[in-house]
């Protein structure tokens, strides 16, 4: 989604008056519905900043990335309520229902999930955070794959963003086999929400498999995004841009394959570099 503003464009000394198109950015509180004590009640999960748009898929991969459940199919439905508000008359409150609560961690919404398109870590301030909810590793013997697919990876991301292509503001996330064909691509202005709105999509439709594809970020991987990732099981991960010092501790602490700096010629392996074909 974006929305056109005129603004004073300089080029050569010059002047000119134009119509640029910029990616929206709108909070999203994300709220669950569930049963306690077989009684109704409605909870806030996370308030973020995120592009208007598939939020549906937004609060499925939440939910999955944060292990408050465990099958999206667990969710009876999801509706967006409240009042349409701002410029853009948009109803920025969407709950899930979950019918069944015999397996939700309803420990885990004690917790406060306040995040922004900028997130970082989002309280999570150590690798210990994440054995909480993982401790498998992955099985370093799949995906494998060929150092061709990788540099097109960025092009590949490039071709698919219709709304990068206006703005040039939004980041994207894009599950990819070892073919190099795309299986699906999410936007948003939120590196992480562009994550969780793939992941939410691609487990609702049951697109996943882990032995023949990865997933390919636009900008740098950080601890937060490749967490999201290995909840899902996700063998390699690539970016455009560089990985953090966590990002890098976490991938090999869990066996994945973390790529950065993916470019049409080039692209470095920083960790577990056996899963590329060179």
Known sequence: MDIKYIISKIKNSEIEKIKDPVSVEEPLEMRLKFKKDN?????????TMRTPGSDEDLIRGFLLNEKIIENVNKITSIEQIGDPVGDYNLKNIIEATIDDTKNLEIGKLKRNFVTNSSCGVCGKTSLDAIKIIKNEKLDLNFPKLKKEIIVKSPESLRNMQSEFAKTGGIHASALIDISGNTIALKEDVGRHNALDKLIGFSHYNKLIDNNSQFIACSGRLNFELVQKALMSDIGIMVGVG??????ID?????????????????????????????
Request: hydrophobic share 45%.
């Open 39 to 47: 009684e109704w009640v409605s909870q806030n999960i996370s308030i």
């Open 242 to 247: 560089a990985p953090t010092s966590l990002a």
């Open 250 to 278: 976490l991938a090999k602490r869990f066996d994945m394959t973390l790529v950065g700096f993916a470019k049409s010629d080039s692209f470095n392996i920083y960790c577990n570099e056996n899963r590329v074909i060179i």
